[in-house]
C-alpha cells in the first residue's frame, strides 16, 4: 500500500481517514510492539501530523483509537467498543446503480425519521477489505445485507426496521 493511501478510522463515533497510516503502523509494528499504549498514541499521532491535521483537543482521541488500530494491526487482542447508533454503507464504484441505492437509502431514512451514518465507499480498496464481490452491495451495522442489485425501497425499509430492533434488544 502507498504511504499516502487513506486508511479510515473511528475516532469518538466519527469515521476519519488517515493518510499514511498504514506505512506508519508497518513501521513501527518491530519496535514498538510491547511499549505502553501510551507511549504508542503518542509516536503515532507524532508520526502521522505532518499528514493529518489533528486538533489539540482531539489529540488524546486519536491516540487511544490509533492505538486500537496499532494492536488490530499487530493481530493482539483489543476490546471492540460497542458501536452506537445505526451506520449504514452503500459499497461501490459510484455507478449509476451504487448513486441510486444511495438515493434510496437516504430517502428512507429520513420517512422513517431515523439517525443514521450513512457512508458511499467507492475506493476499490476498501471494498475489497470487506470480502464483497458484487456491486452495489448494502451494509447496515456492518452486516451485508445486499449485493449486485439496487433493492426495492419497501426492502432497504424492513432491513433498517430489523437494525433498529436488534439495537434497541443489545
Not at 428512507?108 to 480498496?125: N, T, Y
Request: glycine letters at 8%; proline letters at 7%.
Amino acid at each position: 500500500m502507498p504511504e499516502d493511501s487513506i486508511q479510515q478510522i473511528r475516532i469518538s463515533n466519527n469515521l476519519i481517514g488517515i493518510v499514511g497510516l498504514k506505512q506508519v503502523m508497518e513501521n513501527m509494528a518491530g519496535p514498538f510492539a510491547d511499549r505502553p499504549d501510551e507511549e504508542i498514541g503518542e509516536e503515532i499521532v507524532r508520526r502521522i501530523e505532518a499528514k493529518n491535521y489533528i486538533p489539540q483537543k482531539a489529540r488524546p482521541l486519536y491516540a487511544r483509537a490509533l492505538v486500537h488500530e496499532f494492536r488490530k494491526h499487530l493481530g493482539q487482542p483489543v476490546d471492540e467498543q460497542p458501536e452506537e447508533g445505526l451506520r449504514v454503507a452503500v459499497l461501490g464504484p459510484g455507478c449509476a446503480r451504487c448513486s441510486q441505492m444511495e438515493i434510496d437509502v437516504r430517502e428512507v431514512l429520513a420517512e422513517m425519521k431515523l439517525p443514521a451514518e450513512l457512508i458511499h465507499v467507492s475506493d476499490i480498496r476498501e471494498i475489497a477489505r470487506s470480502g464483497i464481490m458484487g456491486a452495489p452491495a448494502l451494509m447496515i451495522n456492518g452486516r451485508v445485507v445486499c449485493v449486485g442489485q439496487t433493492p426495492p425501497r419497501n426492502e432497504i425499509r424492513e432491513w433498517l426496521t430489523e437494525a433498529t430492533a436488534s439495537k434497541r434488544k443489545e
